[in-house]
């Protein structure tokens, strides 16, 4: 069984398009995690959520937008997608706050 | 701040030789320390970790130890295979906040 699952597992789209990547996690943690990272393998945290509840944000635009319906799921949403956006996106999660962290397999945006 | 401080890849190496990857840190307090490995393609795997000072983390022939008084998490392995070509991430969790990860070292092994 997939621990950390992300769908779709690559993504091409246009400029400006708006596009979402699903989360789920079959652990049962309390926290989840979503993770950028750049074409030099440079990992950058975007959000975490604890229990459905955004706990960090780490300066990210508002054109992304964590929504979690439950424990098991944190979807990212992107509206307006730019250039820059082009990128590996990695959810995470762990049973705690600071605890050893899960990782799925990633999603591939390119944004054309 | 909390940072990871990672020796600058691309590291190369024939198979069976000896790999050291240096790791240093700054935080506050006494963070848990870990080393994760991303095989092409894929996530984030933790290879090992170490939760106090002195500790030593082992897994698939790999080793670090947290050294508090040099600030230390070096990953070393004796006699590496071309299937542990892959990018490795030192990592730490201060107190109270979340994951800092190191800008991660690619290492390629060679037959």
């Known amino acids: 069984d997939t621990a950390v699952s992300q769908t779709p597992k690559y993504l091409v789209t246009q400029m400006g398009n708006d596009k979402s990547i699903k989360c789920e996690q079959n652990?049962?943690?309390?926290?989840m995690y979503w993770y950028k990272q750049d074409s030099k393998k440079f990992l950058k945290i975007m959000f975490s959520y604890n229990n459905k509840e955004l706990i960090i944000n780490e300066t990210v635009p508002n054109r992304f937008s964590p929504k979690s319906p439950d424990k098991a799921h944190l979807n990212l949403h992107i509206n307006s997608l730019e250039l820059g956006d082009s990128a590996v996106y990695f959810c995470a999660s762990s049973g705690a706050y600071q605890e050893t962290q899960y990782f799925g397999p990633g999603t591939r945006l390119l944004v054309l | 701040g909390n940072s990871v401080t990672q020796m600058e890849g691309p590291v190369t190496l024939s198979e069976e030789a000896f790999l050291t990857i240096n790791c240093t840190y700054t935080a506050t307090g006494y963070p848990s320390l870990f080393w994760y490995v991303q095989y092409p393609g894929e996530g984030l795997q933790l290879l090992l970790k170490a939760t106090k000072a002195d500790d030593k983390g082992s897994n698939k022939g790999f080793e670090a130890t947290y050294r508090k008084e040099t600030t230390s998490f070096h990953l070393e392995k004796g006699s590496v295979q071309v299937s542990d070509s892959a990018v490795y991430f030192c990592a730490l969790t201060p107190y109270g906040q979340n994951f800092v990860f190191g800008p991660g070292t690619r290492l390629s092994v060679l037959p």
């Open positions: 652990l049962g943690h309390d926290t």
